[in-house]
């Protein structure tokens, strides 16, 4: 049994408790004790100083492309279409396993270096993503994302694999890896494609993460097409009777966002990513407002240029302040849950992750609290929303197991990335 003590312990449960001189017990990657730092430790075989620390539950990015990371600021300033037609897809059709291997474990350092434990993932050569989260320690949600365009074959065969990698590694890495099926968006998928992944999705036990509603291009396209606006088609295809995990959601009617709540549809809300390519701003308040979860994330780093989740968190909290003339909406305690408590319950783990709290897994991190940016010391969790930032972290513990202590990595070659990465940069034909 292992414990930290004497740290200021955020515990984002649901009374939102900050314990002083707090402690963390935990054994077997589950957490075994929170509360006051206990007069008597024998009973820990490992005692971890956490005085000077806020000791919190790791962030949770809902949506992203990790293997993307190989094309930060490689097109910026574009808008959604031109950029991912023009530039993306090109770039990306030629990755091979080796591009998204690495690719994926600069983004798994940023995001240990940076305070996340658990990461959503939209992409292909999804079985390197997953074995990089299985040496790395992490925690993935994980799913082979579909686009359309392509031959009736390959259409069949980009649904086999997604259905494969999905039954083939749900529950692998002891528990750490979880599954999802997933058509890329109701814009490059058609509705026949959408309802065959979609019976996958029921028939495998999974849930299904589609990207909707992120420009108003997309929507106007939608109703173009079908008749009506996303939401509605994706009802209409019985999308939201299974579990759904929707990323941006930004541009929604107020019966839009009612349909969401009635469903239940867990939203991913990219709030840089969608300033940066002029996307627009998601109606978060009011999504709050109606008891739709809204989680963060960070979406690639081809379009943040970033995956520290500590950048989302402030912006999610002052963004809609500004927007909305109201300062009161998205207060800090509310932007930290949507990284947390929300967003485990957008994974679907609400039960396991999310929160420090006694039965749940210990997925933790520390920030260095003894800083002139964080001082006084009067109010933890407004100081870490407002004020800190992710490199302020200096431990991430994922199921039980340091990936960082004192900000030394300990399951990546951090050096070793960095020269692969632009070694297999290079391989790219621009
Ligand atoms: N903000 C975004 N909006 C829509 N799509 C995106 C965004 N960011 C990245 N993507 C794309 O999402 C896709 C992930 S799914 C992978 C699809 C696969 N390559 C296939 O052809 O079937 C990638 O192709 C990305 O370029
Ligand atoms: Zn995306």
Request: hydrophobic share 40%; proline share 4%.
């Amino acid at each position: 049994m292992k414990i930290i003590t004497n740290a200021t312990v955020i515990t984002v449960n649901e009374q939102n408790e900050v314990i002083y001189n707090g402690a963390v017990g935990f054994d077997g990657g589950k957490i075994t004790y929170v509360g006051k730092t206990p007069e008597d430790l024998s009973a820990y075989d490992e005692i971890i100083d956490g005085t000077n620390k806020y000791l919190m539950p790791g962030l949770i990015n809902t949506h992203g492309h990790v293997g993307m990371s190989l094309l930060r600021g490689f097109a910026d300033d574009l808008p959604l279409k031109q950029w991912l037609e023009e530039k993306m897809w090109p770039m990306e059709g030629q990755f091979t396993k080796e591009h998204v291997k690495w690719g994926t474990a600069i983004s798994i350092i940023e995001m240990i270096r940076t305070g996340t434990t658990t990461f959503v993932d939209m992409y292909d050569h999804m079985d390197t993503v997953a074995q990089e989260v299985e040496a790395s320690g992490m925690r993935g949600v994980l799913c082979r994302g579909v686009i359309g365009f392509c031959s009736e074959e390959e259409r069949q065969q980009k649904l086999q694999e997604a259905a494969s990698f999905a039954s083939r590694w749900n529950g692998a890495a002891n528990g750490r890896i979880h599954t999802m099926m997933s058509p890329h968006a109701p814009y490059t998928c058609s509705p026949e494609y959408i309802q065959q992944i979609l019976e996958k999705a029921i028939e495998l036990n999974v849930p299904l993460h589609i990207h909707m509603s992120e420009s108003k291009a997309e929507v106007e396209q939608n109703v173009q097409d079908y008749g009506v606006r996303p939401v509605a088609h994706l009802e209409n295809l019985g999308v939201f009777n299974h579990p759904t995990l929707v990323a941006h959601a930004v541009h929604l009617t107020d019966e839009e966002i009612d349909t969401l709540a009635k469903y239940d549809v867990k939203v991913a809300h990219n709030p840089i990513s969608n300033l940066k390519l002029a996307s627009g701003v998601a109606r978060v308040p009011e999504m709050l407002a109606k008891g739709v979860c809204v989680s963060l994330a960070t979406d690639s780093s081809a379009s943040n240029n970033n995956l520290n989740l500590f950048e989302e968190l402030k912006l999610a909290a002052i963004l809609h302040k500004g927007v909305s003339y109201d300062p009161e909406v998205v207060p800090a305690e509310e932007a930290l849950r949507m990284a947390t408590r929300y967003a485990a319950d957008a994974v679907f783990q609400k039960e396991s992750l999310g929160s420090l709290e006694v039965g749940k897994k210990a997925d933790m991190i520390m920030l260095n609290a003894a800083q002139a940016h964080l001082q006084p010391a009067n109010d933890p969790i407004s100081h870490v929303v407002y004020a800190a930032n992710g490199y302020d972290v200096t431990d991430t513990i994922v199921d039980g197991h340091f990936l960082m202590k004192d900000k030394e990595l300990i399951t990546m070659d951090e050096q070793q990335a960095i020269a692969e990465v632009n070694r297999v940069f290079a391989l790219l034909k621009q």
